[in-house]
């Protein structure tokens, strides 16, 4: 048993596995050892300067012939960044105080300023993509509408989406993708949606509903994403009619993931139902490990800035924890697939243990002459 799909034939890889690009820990050594193990590693591009862009996408190149993805963010929030003279000065006033909390507890000075605005880096980044041929363009939050879709079939680049909801892939299809990624509520980092919903709950569909109703909605090839750890999501996700999978969390318990020692930590150490989904970090709604700052912000019920705006607020915090390798204080991005995972592998043994496990999956079904056990 093979498990190629039509995925596999599209973009020339021998597993149906996909690794999602994510900010901050998908560098040029995860994307290689996926790539180099027959699946499809994508290099995070999120914040990433142009030139610092280009030369991991030449690293990759360096260590692996495969194929490869780089992913941007497209959200309408950062197409321009938002203006940051446009938040009330009450709004401002009422978030730092309550980060002001957070700076005493870790030993830095108070702020009471407006943040900086986020940068405002994706066009320059996608010139980038487009001059080196990067084999997949791989999207999240965001629609890039025909004309940038264009811009990729002209240079055999294939465009590869991820959306949380049934009416957003009918316009990601519209736009003429290739492959659209179905990101179930389960999933870790963030809500796949362009523009920001109403609460944490708006477009939350589990996998196993979205998936399939995915698949009918659209031609193109779909990926599913939210939940899945080994072979058995693997199975049970082709059986929705998916033409692959693709994994966040389960990288970032790697030896090649970029993560700080003490988020791969926690994700050994924390169950499923430790993760929440909230605003709260970056201003967008995003699943991660709860901590104190999520509960302590929660609690202090300050308001949260405009998308972005409240990550660049709050860097400071976060850096201070990273420094200290203080996991309370810092976004652990974690989906509910971190009950799954014990172990610290090389990420290419990931790639390896999913296709060893759904072969024995498939084979102890067809055992059972398709009787339930
Ligand atoms: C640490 C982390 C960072 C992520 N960063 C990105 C990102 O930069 N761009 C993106 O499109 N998706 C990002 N995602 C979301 C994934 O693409 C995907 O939807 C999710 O990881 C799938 O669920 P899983 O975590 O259960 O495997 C991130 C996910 C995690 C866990």
């Avoid at 980092?189 to 909605?217: C, F, N, Y």
């Avoid at 201070?320 to 014990?342: F, N």
Wanted: glycine residues 10%.
């Amino acid at each position: 048993m093979t498990f190629r799909t039509a995925l596999c034939d599209l973009i020339g890889i021998d597993h149906p596995i996909v690794q999602s690009g994510m900010g901050g820990v998908a560098g040029p050594d995860l994307v290689a050892e996926v790539s180099g193990a027959g699946g499809l590693g994508v290099l995070a591009g999120l914040n990433v300067p142009p030139d610092d862009l280009r030369r991991m996408i030449r690293r990759v190149r360096e260590l692996t012939a495969r194929p490869f993805g780089v992913n941007l963010w497209l959200h309408t929030a950062l197409r321009p960044p938002v203006d940051v003279a446009t938040i009330a000065e009450a709004t401002v006033r009422a978030v730092q105080g309550t980060l002001n909390g957070f700076r005493e507890r870790l030993g830095l000075a108070p702020t009471v300023g407006r943040p900086p605005a986020a940068p405002d880096l994706i066009d320059a980044a996608f010139r980038v993509i487009l001059e080196e041929r990067v084999p997949v363009w791989s999207i999240g939050l965001g629609d890039p509408g025909p004309a940038m879709v264009r811009e990729c079939r002209s240079r055999g680049i294939k465009v590869m989406a991820m959306v949380a909801t049934v009416e957003d892939a009918r316009t990601l299809a519209a736009s003429g993708v290739d492959i659209v990624v179905a990101q179930g509520s389960e999933a870790g980092g963030h809500r796949s949606t362009w523009v920001k919903r109403a609460s944490a709950e708006a477009a939350s569909v589990g996998t196993m509903a979205l998936v399939p109703q995915i698949v009918d909605a659209v031609r193109v090839p779909v990926v599913a994403a939210g939940g899945i750890a080994d072979g058995r999501g693997l199975v049970a996700a082709l059986a929705l009619g998916a033409s692959g999978i693709l994994l966040g969390t389960r990288f970032v318990a790697t030896r090649e993931s970029a993560a700080a020692e003490f988020w791969k930590k926690s994700l050994l150490e924390r169950d499923s139902d430790e993760t929440t989904v909230t605003d709260a970090f970056t201003g967008l709604y995003a699943r991660a490990l709860q901590n104190t700052f999520s509960r302590d912000y929660t609690a202090s019920g300050a308001p949260v800035l405009p998308p972005l705006v409240q990550r660049s607020a709050a860097n400071d915090v976060y850096l201070a924890a990273l420094k200290r390798a203080d996991g309370e204080y810092y976004p652990m991005w974690s989906g509910q697939s971190v009950g799954l995972i014990h172990d610290l592998p090389g990420a290419a043994e990931v790639v390896a243990a999913i296709m060893r496990e759904a072969r024995a999956v498939l084979a102890a079904l067809s055992d059972r002459g398709g009787r339930p056990s």
